[in-house]
């Protein structure tokens, strides 16, 4: 099994940034991918951004690409979500998730361990 827990999420100004961070714990983490997603309520959960193991494979949505960065510390068995440039539809609950394969991953069916989310919220 694999834990995954997030934090820094919060409420903030548009225009405002946010790091997310989560915590991997648990069975041994080796080559495996990590990606973050988004639900707002009544919504879908969807896709954020996705990380490789060697964090040479990036993926983004095109809503966040340009304000947001993902990036690991796999010694540290933690990945990170930089949010700039905040807007009110960034608002939503964020979650982690890794996936025991190689690869940049965008749909939640691939994911096997999931956190249990953070909040953010956008004012504008």
């Known amino acids: 099994q694999v834990q995954l827990v997030e934090s820094g999420g919060g409420l903030v100004q548009a225009g405002g940034s946010l790091r997310l961070s989560c915590a991997a714990s648990?069975?041994?983490?080796?080559?495996?991918?990590m990606g973050w997603f988004r639900q707002a309520p009544e919504k879908e959960r969807e896709f954020v951004a996705a990380?490789?193991?060697?964090?040479?494979?990036?993926a983004y949505a095109d809503s966040v690409k340009g304000r947001f960065t993902i990036s690991r510390e796999n010694g540290q068995n933690t990945m990170y979500l930089q949010m700039n440039s905040l807007k009110p539809e960034d608002t939503a609950v964020y979650y982690c998730?890794?996936?025991?394969?190689?690869?940049?991953?965008?749909?939640?069916?691939?994911?096997?361990?999931w956190g249990q989310g953070t909040q953010v919220t956008v004012s504008s």
């Open positions: 990380i490789s193991w060697s964090a040479t494979g990036l």
């Open positions: 998730a890794v996936v025991m394969r190689p690869g940049t991953r965008r749909e939640p069916d691939e994911y096997d361990y």
């Open positions: 648990g069975r041994t983490l080796v080559a495996y991918s």
